[in-house]
């Protein structure tokens, strides 16, 4: 049951006045691939890298968020659905906050990762593609799912037994099987220079 009798208040301090507070741009690095891809790996290396540069900024990473925010859901396409839903607005609000966001999350459907680009203003949502192939990801395999999966005892597992739709025009594309994790580090950050997210 939806809630009603509600209403939206607004702050005497808006999105803009935080981001001079903070010097630069707000917007979400939306970082999506196969599992073992290394979103999680080179999400947190950007973050470290902008942190290390005075950037304000914070990482939601799919495992964490269902150690919490979402621990009651599963991994059913209406579940998947709703999972990157609220990660959209919670990011949506980070967004709000001043703070460029990096989320990690399979995020396997095209029409998932368009709905939170539809949340967020133009140009505050960057989808970053971690392109790496499904042979390289089964051989890094670092939670032992693909195992799993190819065994039997995991049911519908992106790559394996459910769909991963490849973005048809991300912002960027690292591909982790071919370059190492500094030069992938570095593309991300050149971008956000190039785009004024951010100043040299």
Not at 15 to 42: I, M, N, P, Y
Not at 104 to 133: H, N, T, W
Not at 169 to 179: C, G, R, S
Request: overall charge negative; some cysteine.
């Amino acid at each position: 049951m939806k809630a009603t009798n509600i209403t939206w208040h607004e702050s005497k301090v808006t999105k803009e006045d935080r981001q001079k507070l903070t010097k630069h741009k707000s917007a979400v690095l939306w970082f999506t691939g196969l599992s073992g891809a290394g979103k999680s790996t080179v999400s947190v290396a950007v973050e470290k890298e902008l942190h290390d540069r005075g950037i304000h900024t914070y990482i939601l990473d799919g495992d964490n968020i269902r150690h919490g925010l979402n621990n009651n859901l599963g991994f059913s396409p209406e579940d998947r659905k709703e999972n990157i839903r609220r990660i959209g607005e919670v990011s949506k609000l980070f967004v709000d906050a001043g703070i460029i966001t990096l989320t990690a999350f399979i995020s396997p459907y095209r029409e998932d990762r368009q709905m939170v680009r539809e949340l967020l203003g133009e140009g505050e949502f960057i989808e970053v593609y971690v392109k790496c192939s499904l042979e390289e990801c089964e051989k890094r395999d670092p939670k032992g799912l693909y195992k799993k999966a190819r065994a039997g005892e995991i049911k519908g597992f992106t790559g394996i037994d459910a769909p991963y739709e490849v973005p048809e025009n991300p912002e960027l594309t690292i591909e982790t099987d071919k370059q190492p994790l500094e030069e992938s580090v570095k593309q991300v950050i050149q971008y956000l220079i190039e785009k004024g997210y951010i100043s040299e």
